[in-house]
């Protein structure tokens, strides 16, 4: 039977192998930006030199690597760099590609009703995806959008 100091000893080492595991999370995974500002840098840590500062909330990014704390992410147009897991959340959005507006329709499917043309470069939240069409929501725009012309959604 185990004693209580055996039990807090258990629970005290679990405690500290799931932010760990945490960490540790498969890559590569879809992540947005939380944050109203974030800087990309070179390297992973403030030490290395800032490349970019995104103003963009809830744009996607593809995290490729993780390092500590530290995110090596891929944004829409194909640049690299690392950002800090602080100013990212798992929540799933999706960033309209191409060089034309895309359709949101009322439904997954391209004969249903045209609700709205979104230009590129426009992001928002994405829901389920099935049959190429996927969920988006973007301020009180809801509807319906293929999947091709949305960077984010699909497998990374």
Same mark, same amino acid.
């Given at each position: 039977?185990?004693?209580? /100091?055996?039990?807090?000893?258990? /629970?005290?080492?679990?405690?500290?192998?799931?932010?760990?595991?945490?960490?540790?999370?498969?890559?590569?995974?879809?992540?947005?930006?939380?944050?109203?500002?974030?800087?990309?840098?070179?390297?992973?840590?403030?030490?290395?030199? *800032?490349?970019?500062?995104?103003?963009?909330?809830?744009?996607?990014?593809? /995290?490729?690597?993780?390092?500590?704390?530290?995110?090596?992410?891929?944004?829409?147009?194909?640049?690299?760099?690392?950002?800090?897991?602080?100013?990212?959340?798992?929540?799933?959005?999706?960033? /309209?590609?191409?060089?034309?507006?895309?359709?949101?329709?009322?439904?997954?499917?391209?004969?249903?009703?045209?609700?709205?043309? *979104?230009?590129?470069?426009?992001?928002?939240?994405?829901?389920?995806?099935?049959?190429?069409?996927?969920?988006?929501?973007?301020?009180?725009?809801?509807?319906?959008?293929?999947?091709?012309?949305?960077?984010?959604?699909?497998?990374?």
């Amino acid at each position: 039977m185990l004693t209580r /100091v055996h039990l807090l000893t258990i /629970v005290a080492v679990l405690g500290l192998a799931a932010p760990a595991a945490a960490q540790e999370a498969k890559v590569p995974y879809w992540a947005s930006i939380r944050a109203s500002e974030v800087n990309m840098r070179v390297g992973p840590a403030e030490e290395y030199q *800032i490349a970019w500062v995104y103003r963009r909330p809830q744009l996607p990014l593809k /995290v490729l690597r993780v390092k500590d704390g530290w995110r090596l992410v891929q944004d829409p147009d194909g640049t690299k760099g690392w950002m800090n897991q602080r100013f990212l959340t798992r929540q799933r959005t999706g960033y /309209v590609n191409g060089t034309e507006p895309a359709d949101m329709r009322q439904a997954g499917e391209a004969s249903a009703k045209l609700l709205w043309r *979104i230009a590129p470069g426009n992001v928002g939240l994405l829901g389920d995806c099935d049959a190429g069409w996927c969920q988006f929501e973007m301020g009180k725009r809801k509807g319906y959008v293929r999947e091709d012309r949305l960077w984010g959604a699909g497998e990374p």
